[in-house]
């Protein structure tokens, strides 16, 4: 049995809220499903109200023993693409030593890092919370144009540009392990290691 098959057994099949129905649809289909809450409403109903900031999250990345990740203030189609990324990386790496030590995550999408903190405010994950209540959270930070995050000195944006729902680090305690990781594999040491030295 694969991986993902094993997941999803005990998924509820069906749910009465459509929303919802769709997200279980996508997790089966692809294993964990995102969803992006903006100005730009799919449903165009008179009840809803678009947030203050733009974001997205994930439902079902729990079933794979992850934490559901949600980011704020980036667009629909790269909120998406950080958490599907970050979800790929989570799979490798040991989610609790990534926020303990702070480390910077490079994902393709974007030009700068992010870091993952603790989801304290699990409120906007309303499809999440209806199936996986009790799951962990984690929110996904991006810094600013000069690289600092929001508990940075002199960190450039405002909070609704991008609020940050979780656990801020201790500036006080001591980094260890990785600071950064990327998916990139690095230099080919097997081919590098062929190569003659040249006469000089």
């Known amino acids: 049995m694969s ?8 998924l509820p ?16 289909a692809y294993g964990w499903s995102v969803t992006s809450v903006s100005e730009l409403c799919a449903e165009c109903a008179d009840k809803c109200e678009p947030p203050d900031c733009a974001f997205a999250y994930s439902t079902g990345l729990t079933l794979h023993s992850i934490p559901e990740l949600i980011v704020y203030g980036l667009d629909a189609a790269t909120s998406a693409a950080v958490i599907n990324e970050l979800g790929d990386v989570l799979h490798r790496c040991d989610w609790t030593e990534l926020v303990q030590a702070g480390t910077e995550i490079c994902v393709g999408v974007l030009d700068v890092p992010v870091r993952l903190v603790e989801l304290i405010d699990k409120d906007d994950m ?3 919370n209806v199936l996986f209540p009790d799951a962990p959270a984690l929110q996904v930070v991006w ?11 002199d960190y450039a944006l405002e909070p609704v540009h991008q609020p940050v729902k979780g656990v801020l680090p201790d500036p ?13 594999q690095g230099p080919n040491r097997r081919e590098r290691r062929r190569r003659k030295p040249t006469a000089g």
């Not at 991986?3 to 005990?10: N, S, T, V, Y």
């Not at 099949?13 to 089966?28: N, S, Y």
């Not at 006080?172 to 990139?184: D, K, M, P």
């Open 3 to 10: 991986d993902h098959a094993a997941a999803i057994r005990g």
């Open 13 to 28: 099949r069906w749910h009465p809220e459509p929303l919802v129905q769709d997200t279980l649809h996508r997790i089966r």
């Open 126 to 128: 309303s499809i999440s």
């Open 143 to 153: 810094p600013d144009d000069w690289g600092r995050f929001p508990w940075d000195e």
């Open 172 to 184: 006080e305690a001591r980094v260890v392990g990785r600071r950064v990781i990327s998916r990139s």
